[in-house]
C-alpha cells in the first residue's frame, strides 16, 4: 500500500510558474514509478507526466517544455515543476504510483492515487 498526498496548489497569473508536490508513505517509494495527471471541470483526467524508478521521464505534448517532473527516493516525494503557465493548465492536479516495470508511463493504470490539489491559472 502506497499513500500519496499532493501540496502546492494555488492560484497564479498566466506566465507564472508553480510547483505541486507529492509526499509518499508506505512501500518502498523507490520501487514504483510516479505519475502526475489533470483533470479540468468537465473534462476527463488526462496524464501529464512521470518519473520512473531509473529517474525516466515522460511528458504530454501540452506540457512538454514547460513542465519538469523530479523525484528524491530519500525523501519519498515527487515534484511537478510547472512554468509558462497557461489558461488551459487550470485544473486538478493529481499524482499516482505503480510498481515500475519498465513500460511506457503515458500508458496504463496507476494503483495509488492522492486526493488531488487544484492549480487555476487567471488573470
Known amino acids: 500500500q502506497v499513500q500519496l498526498v499532493e501540496s502546492g496548489g494555488g492560484l497564479v497569473q498566466p506566465g507564472d510558474s508553480l510547483s505541486v508536490s507529492c509526499a509518499a508513505r508506505?512501500?518502498?517509494?523507490?520501487?514504483?514509478?510516479v505519475g502526475w495527471f489533470r483533470q479540468a471541470p468537465g473534462k476527463q483526467r488526462e496524464f501529464v507526466a512521470a518519473?520512473?524508478?531509473?529517474?525516466?521521464?515522460y511528458y504530454a505534448d501540452s506540457v512538454m517544455g514547460r513542465f519538469i517532473v523530479s523525484r528524491d527516493n530519500a525523501k519519498n516525494t515527487a515534484t511537478l515543476q510547472m512554468f509558462s503557465l497557461r489558461f488551459e493548465d487550470t485544473a486538478v492536479y493529481y499524482c499516482?504510483?505503480?510498481?515500475?516495470?519498465?513500460?511506457?508511463?503515458?500508458?496504463?493504470?496507476?494503483?495509488?492515487w492522492g486526493q488531488g490539489t487544484q492549480v487555476t491559472v487567471s488573470s
Open positions: 518519473v520512473s524508478w531509473s529517474d525516466k521521464t
Open positions: 499516482a504510483a505503480r510498481r515500475d516495470y519498465g513500460l511506457d508511463l503515458r500508458y496504463g493504470d496507476y494503483n495509488y
Open positions: 508506505g512501500r518502498l517509494f523507490s520501487n514504483y514509478a
